[in-house]
């Protein structure tokens, strides 16, 4: 049975996990980051619509920052975080294509003049949303729901760890988690566990933080979702 590194955080790594296992694989988990959250207060002002380009910044939010948002327009990046929508009480929900700059596109077309947008998000998140909402003098503000934070592995738990065996795939969600597998990948001691290892990034962004990764291929999926990561295992 090949295996798959799974390095994204709870719960996100036990649904891939289960998933994994659906799938004929073994998972080997091993969050690098953790999302933890912020206190989001409600909103002071009034907003057009929501825009969402993850569903931890839904699910981590409170009750009091949501309600008053929930009959608005809910813009959303993909169709995991149109879920999340709905289950958080969100009635109309529009579903991107994956990527923050794709959902931009949508809120850009489908704004009036005067619009207002609420982004909720993470501390942490790419730019690409809000660089595009900027340049279309699109109105918009942040309310941040989360953050996104390293995990600390002792030496000793990593070194019994990957002693396990071969690992076939790695699979690598976001920019934070690659730069922190680079830094496990540059310990000598685990370097060598990772020479035959296939890492599958979710997006070209995610693989650019691996330069000089080794022996080691870097594939990138077509779409980012985890369908097309998992596309892309049956081909690597």
């Not at 790695?170 to 290892?197: G, K, P, V």
């Amino acid at each position: 049975m090949k295996t798959v590194l799974v390095t994204r955080p709870q719960p996100g790594a036990t649904r891939t996990s289960e998933r994994l296992l659906c799938n004929g694989f073994l998972p080997l988990v091993l969050p690098l980051t953790e999302i933890v959250a912020l206190p989001a207060k409600k909103p002071a002002m009034k907003f057009s619509a929501v825009a969402v380009t993850s569903a931890s910044a839904l699910r981590q939010a409170s009750d009091e920052a949501l309600q008053p948002l929930q009959k608005l327009p809910c813009f959303v990046v993909g169709e995991a975080t149109a879920a999340m929508a709905r289950a958080r009480g969100f009635e109309t929900v529009t579903t991107g294509d994956g990527d923050g700059a794709s959902l931009a596109q949508i809120v850009i077309e489908e704004s009036c003049a005067g619009a207002r947008i609420l982004y909720l998000t993470g501390r942490v998140r790419a730019p690409d949303f809000e660089d595009l909402l900027r340049k279309a003098r699109v109105h918009f503000r942040t309310l941040m729901s989360y953050d996104t934070v390293s995990v600390s592995y002792t030496t000793d738990f990593l070194l019994n760890f990957f002693s396990r065996g071969r690992i076939d795939y790695c699979l690598l969600y976001s920019r934070w988690s690659a730069e922190e597998f680079m830094r496990l990948a540059s310990q000598a001691e685990i370097a060598h566990h990772l020479d035959n290892t296939s890492i599958l990034c979710l997006s070209g962004r995610i693989a650019e933080v691996l330069n000089g990764i080794g022996n080691a291929s870097v594939h990138v999926a077509n779409k980012p979702n985890e369908d097309a990561l998992f596309e892309l295992m049956q081909r690597a």
